[in-house]
Structure formats: C-alpha cells, structure tokens
C-alpha cells in the first residue's frame, strides 16, 4: 500500500507560479511511476503529467506542455509539480498517483494509488 499526501495548493492569480508536492510514505517508493491527474468541477480526471521510477521520461499533457514541470526526488520519496504561467482554466483539484507501470499513468490515465488532493485556483 502506497500512502500519498499532496500539499502546496492555494489561491493565485493568473500568470502566477506554484509548486506542488507529493510525500510518499512507501519504502518502495523509487520503484513506482508516478504522475499527476486535475479534476475540475463538472468534468472528468485528466492526465497532466507522468514520471518514469527513476525520471528519465517524462510526459505531458497538451495543455500544460512548456509551462508545467514534472519531477521526483527519490532519496526524499516525494514528486513535484511545478506550475508556471498559471491560468484560470488550471483551476482544479490536483492528484499524485503511483503505479508500478507508467503505460497505466500516461497512456490509460490509471493508476493503483492516489493522494487526497490539493486544491488550485487561479483568479482572472
């Protein structure tokens, strides 16, 4: 079982940065592909970005593709996002997620385990 805790959301305006992260609470940590996933109200969980176990390929979505950074620290057991050029239409719940195959992640938009969520909005 792989515990997640996100932290590091908040209230921003537009063209703002913020940096999200992710503990994990899991020996194994540096065994798992990780990513991150946004829910926004009335629309379904999207992929935002995915980490491969010992970041050498990382991927992205369209929409946050030059203005989001995916990275992990193994030796701390955490993930990160980093958010620049924030937008309005960033606004959503924000998820970390683990899994042991990154296909689930990036492709399936999958995974075995999920944080709580962190919340961001960003004002116009």
């Known amino acids: 079982q792989v515990q997640l805790v996100e932290s590091g959301g908040g209230l921003v305006q537009a063209g703002d940065s913020l940096r999200l992260t992710c503990a994990a609470y899991?020996?194994?940590?540096?065994?798992?592909?990780l990513g991150w996933f946004r829910q926004a109200p009335g629309k379904e969980r999207e992929f935002v970005a995915g980490i491969s176990a010992r970041g050498g390929s990382v991927y992205y979505a369209d929409s946050v593709k030059g203005r989001f950074t995916i990275s992990r620290d193994n030796s701390k057991n955490t993930l990160y996002l980093q958010m620049n050029s924030l937008k309005p239409e960033d606004t959503a719940v924000y998820y970390c997620a683990a899994d042991l195959r990154l296909n689930s992640i990036v492709v399936f938009h999958k995974a075995d385990y999920w944080g709580q969520g962190t919340q961001v909005t960003v004002s116009s």
């Open positions: 899991e020996r194994a940590f540096r065994t798992y592909d």
